[in-house]
């Protein structure tokens, strides 16, 4: 059975920093994309950061560019997404998901529980 775990979310202030990280057990991860998102109720989810299983970056969400970088350690099965700057717009349940690419997609086939991140003001 596959199992996907975040960690790491918290309670922080606007300017701070954050890193989340997540754990993939049960699929073969170096065959994967490893993405994150994140949701805020009433709103669709959203894409903030992808990666490929080699370390090359799919995406970074205009909203987070310059400020979130997002890497991986295949050894461990890990993702982490590390979040600087922080604003009360971050706030939201962030998810992390692994998936397989397409010429025009990546599918992603299982997801975490998602770790709730608030950047007070």
């Known amino acids: 059975q596959v199992q996907v775990v975040e960690s790491g979310g918290g309670l922080v202030q606007a300017g701070g920093s954050l890193r989340l990280s997540c754990t993939a057990s049960?699929?073969?991860?170096?065959?994967?994309?490893m993405g994150w998102f994140r949701q805020v109720p009433g709103k669709a989810r959203e894409g903030v950061s992808s990666?490929?299983?080699?370390?090359?970056?799919?995406y970074y969400a205009d909203s987070v560019k310059g400020r979130f970088i997002i890497s991986r350690d295949n050894a461990k099965n890990t993702v982490s997404l590390q979040m600087n700057s922080l604003k009360p717009e971050d706030t939201a349940m962030y998810s992390c998901?692994?998936?397989?690419?397409?010429?025009?997609?990546?599918?992603?086939?299982?997801w975490g529980q998602g770790t709730q991140v608030t950047v007070s003001s």
């Open positions: 998901a692994a998936g397989i690419e397409s010429r025009y997609l990546v599918s992603y086939n299982y």
């Open positions: 049960g699929l073969t991860f170096d065959d994967y994309v």
């Open positions: 990666i490929r299983a080699n370390g090359s970056i799919i």
